[in-house]
């Protein structure tokens, strides 16, 4: 079952551009997570946000969270070519069940 | 440098072969994961183990199966059963659970391909 929803699909902005990325879920939750993945490699884990918290840094990216809506979005800031890539949510709700992950939102950055 | 290693990188097999795939981890974790992605779906989960000797179906367990007979080690076999097993397989681990705040560390893949 998969809970985060992405959106868009896929998003090519200029280098430099700012890029958001939302994530809806349907069910509560602990916890929800950000994932990069650059094409044919694993996940690599980006950030953290708890349900009690509303937004968080790290970097260049800033996630928030609204737990009313049922919503998360990522926002990297001042992009480059490199962070080209698929990012995901995935949603974290019980004790030990695993991650729901949503389908991902593929970004492209031309320089 | 601890991390989880994924082996073969690429793998190729005659349709109604079993294919087992790799999976070894020495960041200590005890939870391990095998998912699915085919493109344009995202991450399935396949099985998934929280601790050695026990292991839980995921949501597309069919035609798969799994060990866990050491903590660092989790492998997949990739049965005859599977109706349509060419896709790309990521392992992960964690500490705990995704309700505990256990961020996963992936591998780098398996690409299976059957003909």
């Known amino acids: 079952s998969q809970q985060g929803e992405e959106d868009p699909q896929a998003l090519s902005i200029q280098e430099g551009e700012n890029a958001t990325m939302n994530c809806s879920y349907k069910t509560s939750i602990n916890n929800l997570q950000w994932y990069r993945q650059n094409s044919g490699r694993g996940l690599v884990h980006l950030i953290l946000i708890r349900s009690n918290e509303r937004e968080k840094h790290s970097g260049r990216l800033r996630v928030t969270l609204d737990t009313s809506k049922k919503s998360s979005s990522l926002l990297i800031t001042a992009s480059r070519a490199a962070d080209t890539a698929s990012y995901f949510c995935?949603?974290?709700?019980?004790?030990?069940?695993?991650?729901?992950f949503g389908k991902g939102t593929r970004l492209s950055v031309i320089a | 440098d601890g991390g989880i290693t994924q082996s073969p990188k690429y793998l190729f097999r005659k349709e109604g072969q079993n294919v087992t795939l790799s999976c070894e981890q020495n960041l200590n974790h005890d939870a391990m994961y095998w998912y699915r992605q085919d493109p344009g779906q995202g991450l399935r989960l396949i099985y998934y183990s929280q601790i050695v000797n026990d292991f839980q179906k995921g949501d597309i367990a069919e035609g798969y199966s799994v060990s866990r007979e050491k903590k660092e080690s989790f492998p997949l076999t990739v049965t005859s059963a599977q109706k349509n097993p060419t896709a790309f397989y990521l392992c992960a681990s964690s500490i705990g659970g995704g309700g505990l705040d256990s961020p996963l560390h992936f591998g780098n893949g398996t690409r299976l391909t059957v003909t």
């Open positions: 995935a949603t974290g709700n019980s004790g030990n069940t695993p991650l729901v």
